[in-house]
């Protein structure tokens, strides 16, 4: 099962990028957009990463309107993302 997430990019008036990811309420920043993009990836495989960990990776994954039945349990983040994040379930 392949999950996209968004993300949205806002430069800074003081410079450098913000990042969020709406779906996870995840948000990160970067020099630039392309450092911007791989910290959110980073920031939202460690939130999932987490998730499961404790045990709530589906209720996470639920409230952000994902439907997990039949999917296998792990979560994997590609390498590199670019806009939309895509992760996989394997």
């Known amino acids: 099962m392949r999950i996209i997430f968004s ?3 806002k430069e800074e008036k003081e410079g450098g990028y ?3 990811c709406p779906e996870l309420g995840v948000a990160s920043q970067g020099e630039t ?7 959110i990836v ?5 939130y ?3 998730a499961k960990d404790l045990g709530i990776l589906e209720d996470v994954l639920e409230e952000a309107g994902i439907d997990l039945k039949g999917a ?5 983040l590609s390498e ?3 806009t939309p994040l895509q992760a996989c379930l394997e």
């Open 7 to 9: 993300a949205l990019i």
């Open 72 to 76: 296998k349990d792990s979560v994997v």
């Open 18 to 20: 913000s990042v969020l």
């Open 42 to 46: 980073e920031a939202v495989e460690l």
């Open 48 to 50: 999932l990463e987490t």
């Open 80 to 82: 590199y993302i670019t």
């Open 33 to 39: 957009i392309e450092e911007a993009k791989g910290n």
